[in-house]
T-cell receptor, first 114, second 115 residues
Framework: AQTVTQSQPEMSVQEAETVTLSCTYD???????LFWYKQPPSRQMILVIR??????QNATENRFSVNFQKAAKSFSLKISDSQLGDTAMYFC???????????FGKGTKLSVIP | GAGVSQSPSNKVTEKGKDVELRCDPI?????LYWYRQSLGQGLEFLIY????????KSGLPSDRFSAERTGGSVSTLTIQRTQQEDSAVYLC?????????????FGEGSRLTVL
């Protein structure tokens, strides 16, 4: 069974600064996908970024980038130039290739301070 | 609609009552998920529907929970004889087809409070 661990229940960052959210996972699979989802106070989860395990290049989406360390089973999210709208819960998630069931971490509550 | 629609947005009920939560997925999405999010917890998988296949009910916490999906579209999650520990946000998500390559599209959830 896969597990996803987010060791930081809460974090805060000053507006315009950079913050990194940590995520580690455990799996015996070799091919899988990793995700970061954002859940603002409106409750609607939206996908922030996705990483395919067989790709060595780290995924990037505008101000969001990941540091994917496959051997260490680590998948951290870096948010650059933090904005007030980034305030949300962030969930790391894992899915094995060919599977349909995502495994989520418990989330990190990020607060961006003006 | 353009997104996943859930109703009601908020539901307050008394212990012992039955509740129904509705999810209307994105048109054309064949896969549908229900998750439960309790305060301070991550997302707990409840049930998965894919097309006409038998649903994966392995996440349902007790026999008081059931779900159906009619016509491959709208889904209803039913909780019978609600208990206080059922209080949570119930999230529905859909995707074009189940599988690791696709992203899940979530609704805004139904917040259930059992008094």
């Amino acid at each position: 069974a896969q597990t996803v661990t987010q060791s930081q229940p809460e974090m805060s960052v000053q507006e315009a600064e950079t913050v990194t959210l940590s995520c580690t996972y455990d799996t015996s699979e070799n091919n899988y996908y990793l995700f970061w989802y954002k859940q603002p106070p409106s409750r609607q989860m939206i996908l922030v970024i996705r990483q395919e395990a067989y790709k060595q290049q780290n995924a990037t989406e505008n101000r969001f980038s990941v540091n994917f360390q496959k051997a260490a089973k680590s998948f951290s999210l870096k948010i650059s130039d933090s904005q007030l709208g980034d305030t949300a819960m962030y969930f790391c998630a894992f899915i094995g290739a060919g599977s349909y069931q995502l495994t989520f971490g418990k989330g990190t509550k990020l607060s961006v301070i003006p | 609609g353009a997104g996943v629609s859930q109703s009601p947005s908020n539901k307050v009920t008394e212990k012992g009552k039955d509740v129904e939560l509705r999810c209307d997925p994105i048109s054309g999405h064949t896969a549908l998920y229900w998750y439960r999010q309790s305060l301070g917890q991550g997302l707990e998988f409840l049930i998965y529907f894919q097309g006409n296949s038998a649903p994966d009910k392995s996440g349902l916490p007790s026999d008081r929970f059931s779900a159906e999906r009619t016509g491959g579209s709208v889904s209803t999650l039913t909780i019978q004889r609600t208990q206080q520990e059922d209080s949570a946000v119930y999230l529905c998500a859909s995707t074009r087809e189940g599988g690791g390559t696709g992203e899940l599209f979530f609704g805004e959830g139904s917040r259930l409070t059992v008094l």
